[in-house]
Structure formats: structure tokens, C-alpha cells
């Protein structure tokens, strides 16, 4: 009795012993590294930084206001130079603003508006504006210069008018443009005008009534009254970054128009990322460092830039990318990430899954890596141990009920 109570005993307790070390946990400092930028930067751009319009006609351009630093900035705002005979804001949607939050490495678009008198006369109309931190501590200036010339958009004649609002779309390659043309008939009867386009080889243009998606070849429009009509244009899929001029005419027996529009291709955003092996698994131990090597490719035609990583990970799990961010790969091009994965000390043995994150201004990509934990040799070591001191004790037990 003696002896089984005692070998239930010292089983009991050197189990005990082997669990509780294997459940302690150890929780490692984890710290986020801020982010590789400046601590305080701001910048305010126009999306374009010269416009020509017909004489009579107001503006309105995006105003782009970038936040590059650390940490977040309320940033004042005010148009500080305005010619004479101008008036000149800036707004959002349907008021005026003069400041505006943006979050750290992020950036708001608002609109600057001009509107020039009715009798200004054709010329260069240069602005300022001025972007300022609420502590007065950063400042940036940007100019727009307006130029004003004799209404030209559309190509006036005498019995018909095309004009438009947006003559230039801006896109991706592989994007659709939509215009919007106004034709208006002055003459005193009704008219039916053929459409036609000139654009690039192997263009494709469309002419569609306003908000139907037929295709048209001819319009009719009242005497003395305008009619609205969608130009789509689809660019060869093989065309490559530039400016690309289309002549749009619409003509009758009596009369004929044309109008200028531009399409300018900024290339096509694509973006690849794996490893070079095709593996996407790796494994490691816990609490101990694993690194995996992974390729960003740029697939299209366009430059790719500000390119940044992102890890959905287990708790307590650390993941390290280096660099930790890009700051443009051209066409054509790879860029090498090494990305470190450190599981938690107190991960069980398994698989598990972390997700990464490949984001870029214009497009993104996801990864899936699975980890396979396994654990630490030094376990394997004290577990041998700790059966070696089973044993010994089991046997010198034994030894010493023999000898009573």
C-alpha cells in the first residue's frame, strides 16, 4: 500500500511540474515602429497647375492637400493672391471651407473655384494659394494660372454649337471615357446631324443619346433648342501613358461643327506578389524568428508608387517587413521583401494563417502565408530530462523497498 501510494505521489507531482512549465507563459514586448516619414510635413497642390478657358466661363479644379508626416494636422487654407476682376474660393460639395483635417500620410482633395467678371478681358490670370498648420509652424504656397481666350471650345459656326464642360478626361488605360457634349441648332427648322469621330488607331468611339446606352450615328435636334449626347471612347488595351487627341463633327447640309476632346492615359495599375518558389508556407518555433522572401512586380504600364505592407496576424505575434514600404517600382520591375514572422511563446503546435497586405495608391494585392508551428527544441530536452529523473527516482524507489 505504501509503495503504490508513494509511486502516485511522486508521478502526481513531477507531472504537475512538466505542465506548469509548459503553460507559463512569457509575453514579449511588442511595439509598433512608426513609420519611416518625417515628423511634420504638409503640401497643398492643384491637380492642374495651368487651365485655358473660353472667356466668360468659371473654374473649378481639384485641390489636393497631403499630410506626410507623423502625426495629424488641421491645416488652414486661404486663396492669398486673386487677380482684379476675379473671385476665387475654396470649397467642398456646396460650401466654402478654410481649413480641413487630414490624418497622418493622408491626403483630402477639396476644389478651387474662380469666377472672373463679365467684362474681363482675354489673358494669363496667376493665383496663390497658401496651406498652414493651426500652430502657424508649416506653411506651403501653390498657383493656378487661369488663361482666358476667345471662346474657341466647340468651334463656333453659324447655324450650330457643340460645346463641352470636360474637353479633357484623365484615367487608366484600361479605362472607359465618358463625354458630354452639348449640340445646340440655331437654325429655324428641325435638323437631323450625322456624328462622326477621329481619334488614335484601333480606338474605339461611340456615340450614345444622353442616359441610354444605345449607340447613335446621327441626332435630331429642335430648331432654336439643344440636345445632350454621351461620346464613349475605349482605348486599345495596347496604347501606351500620353495624350491622345479625338475631333468630334456633327454636320448637316447647312451646317456643321466640331469639337476638340483629349484623352490622357496614365497606364495600366497592375501589381503580382509571391515567392519565387511558388511556396507560400514556412515553419517555425515558438517564440523564435522565421523569415520568408516575397517579390511586388509591376505587371502594367503605369509607375506604381507609395506602396505599403500590412500583416493580419495571430495575438501576440510579431511581423517585421523589410523595407517597410516602397516608394515606386516602374514597369517592368520587381522589388525583393523579406518579411519576418515571430509566433507568440506560448503558441500550441499547429497551423496557422497570416495574411499580408500589399497596398499601393491605385491598387492592391493580398497574400495568404501558413505557419506551421513547431515546438521549441529545448522542450525536447527537458522532456528527456525530466523522463531520465523519472526513471532514476522510480529505480532508486525500487532499490530501497527491496533492502526492507
Known amino acids: 500500500m505504501f509503495y503504490r501510494k508513494g509511486l502516485m505521489w511522486f508521478s502526481s507531482l513531477v507531472l504537475l511540474i512538466f505542465i506548469t512549465g509548459l503553460l507559463s507563459p512569457s509575453f514579449a514586448e511588442e511595439g509598433n515602429k512608426k513609420k519611416n516619414l518625417p515628423p511634420r510635413a504638409i503640401s497643398i497642390s492643384p491637380e492642374y497647375t495651368g487651365v485655358i478657358i473660353p472667356k466668360g466661363e468659371s473654374v473649378s479644379v481639384d485641390l489636393i492637400v497631403t499630410n506626410g508626416g507623423r502625426r495629424d494636422e488641421d491645416i488652414n487654407l486661404s486663396v492669398i493672391e486673386i487677380p482684379k476682376g476675379w473671385d476665387a474660393w475654396i470649397k467642398t460639395y456646396s460650401y466654402a471651407v478654410s481649413g480641413v483635417h487630414v490624418k497622418s500620410d493622408k491626403s483630402r482633395t477639396l476644389t478651387f473655384r474662380a469666377e472672373p467678371e463679365k467684362n474681363i478681358p482675354p489673358g494669363k490670370y496667376k493665383f496663390k494659394i497658401k496651406a498652414q498648420s493651426a500652430d502657424g509652424k508649416l506653411t506651403d504656397v501653390c498657383y493656378l494660372t487661369i488663361t482666358i481666350k476667345k471662346k474657341e471650345e466647340g468651334k463656333r459656326f453659324k447655324n450650330v454649337q457643340i460645346t463641352t464642360s470636360y474637353p479633357v478626361l484623365r ?149 517585421k517587413f523589410t523595407p517597410e514600404r516602397i516608394e515606386s517600382i516602374p514597369p517592368g520591375e520587381i522589388k525583393q521583401v523579406e518579411v519576418s514572422i515571430t509566433p507568440a511563446e506560448q503558441a500550441l503546435v499547429g497551423d496557422y494563417s497570416v495574411s499580408i497586405s500589399v497596398e499601393g495608391d491605385k491598387v492592391n494585392k493580398d497574400m495568404e502565408l501558413r505557419v506551421t508551428v513547431k515546438a521549441s527544441t529545448a522542450w525536447t530536452w527537458i522532456g528527456i530530462g525530466i523522463i531520465v529523473f523519472v526513471l532514476l527516482g522510480l529505480v532508486s524507489l525500487f532499490m530501497k523497498l527491496g533492502r526492507r
Open 171 to 319: 484615367g487608366p488605360t484600361d479605362a472607359s471615357f465618358e463625354f458630354s457634349l452639348e449640340v445646340e441648332n440655331k437654325m429655324d427648322k428641325d435638323t437631323i446631324f450625322n456624328l462622326s469621330a477621329k481619334g488614335p488607331p484601333n480606338w474605339e468611339i461611340n456615340f450614345k443619346p444622353a442616359y441610354e446606352e444605345k449607340y447613335i450615328s446621327s441626332l435630331r435636334v429642335k430648331s432654336d433648342r439643344s440636345e445632350t449626347m454621351a461620346v464613349e471612347v475605349k482605348p486599345n488595351p495596347l496604347s501606351k501613358p500620353g495624350k491622345y487627341p479625338i475631333k468630334i463633327k456633327v454636320s448637316s447640309e447647312k451646317a456643321s461643327a466640331e469639337a476638340d476632346l483629349m484623352v490622357i492615359l496614365t497606364g495600366i495599375y497592375k501589381m503580382d506578389v509571391g515567392t519565387t518558389s511558388g511556396l507560400l508556407s514556412l515553419n517555425a518555433l515558438q517564440g523564435k524568428e522565421a523569415n520568408i522572401s516575397f517579390y511586388v512586380k509591376n505587371s502594367g504600364s503605369a509607375t506604381l508608387r507609395n506602396i505599403k505592407f500590412l500583416s493580419f496576424k495571430p495575438e501576440n505575434w510579431k511581423v
